[in-house]
Each structure stands twice: as C-alpha cells, then as structure tokens.
C-alpha cells in the first residue's frame, strides 16, 4: 500500500508560481509512474502532467505545456509539479497518483492506484 500526500497549494496571483510536493510512505515509488491532475468545481478530474518510473519520459496536458514541469526524486520518494505563469483556469484541487510498474505516458486516472488527498490551488486575476 502506498500513502500519497500532496503539499504545496496555496493562493497566488496570475503570473505567479507554485511547487507542489507529493511525499509517499508505506512503499517505494521508484517502480511507478506518477501523475498529477486536477479538479475544478463541477468539472471532471483531469490529466495534468506524468512521469515515468525512471523520470525519462514526462508528458503533460496541452494546457500546461511551456509552464509547468514534472520532476520526482526517488531517493527521498517525492514527486514535485513546478508551476509557472499561473492563471486563473489553473484554480483546481491537484492531485498526485501513483500507479503502473515500470512504464510510463499514463494519461488517465483508472490507470493509477492509489491517490493523495489533494491541495487545493487558486489563481487570483
């Protein structure tokens, strides 16, 4: 069993930047891929950004792309989203998830495991 949780949201102005941390306990991440999505009110909970069991292979939503980057470190079992240029259609609760073994280009959310609790992040105009 793996125990996600998300640190890192906060309020923050359009432009502006944020990093979230994803810290795990109970089993070592090193053999799954990870992901982060994101959930704004009365929407679907979608795909923001993944990276693969060694780090070598990221993708990320087209929404993101050029402003956000995903990057883990497996020694310390933390996975981080850097967040850059925010804007207010960035405000959603961020999620972190874990799942796979040993692959990568996980883009939906039945494809992970297990899930944090979310940190919520909002862009102010």
């Known amino acids: 069993q793996v125990q996600l949780v998300e640190s890192g949201g906060g309020l923050v102005q359009a432009g502006g930047s944020l990093r979230l941390s994803c810290a795990a306990s109970?089993?070592?991440?090193?053999?799954?891929?990870m992901g982060w999505f994101r959930q704004a009110p009365g929407k679907e909970r979608d795909f923001v950004a993944t990276?693969?069991?060694?780090?070598?292979?990221?993708y990320y939503a087209d929404s993101v792309k050029g402003r956000f980057t995903i990057s883990r470190d497996n020694a310390k079992n933390t996975v981080y989203l850097q967040m850059n240029s925010l804007k207010p259609e960035d405000t959603a609760v961020y999620y972190c998830?874990?799942?796979?073994?040993?692959?990568?280009?996980?883009?939906?959310?039945?494809?992970?495991?297990?899930w944090g609790q979310g940190t919520q992040v909002t862009v102010s105009s």
């Open positions: 998830a874990a799942g796979g073994d040993y692959v990568s280009g996980l883009r939906r959310a039945p494809e992970y495991d297990y």
């Open positions: 109970g089993r070592t991440l090193s053999k799954y891929a």
């Open positions: 990276i693969s069991w060694s780090g070598g292979s990221t």
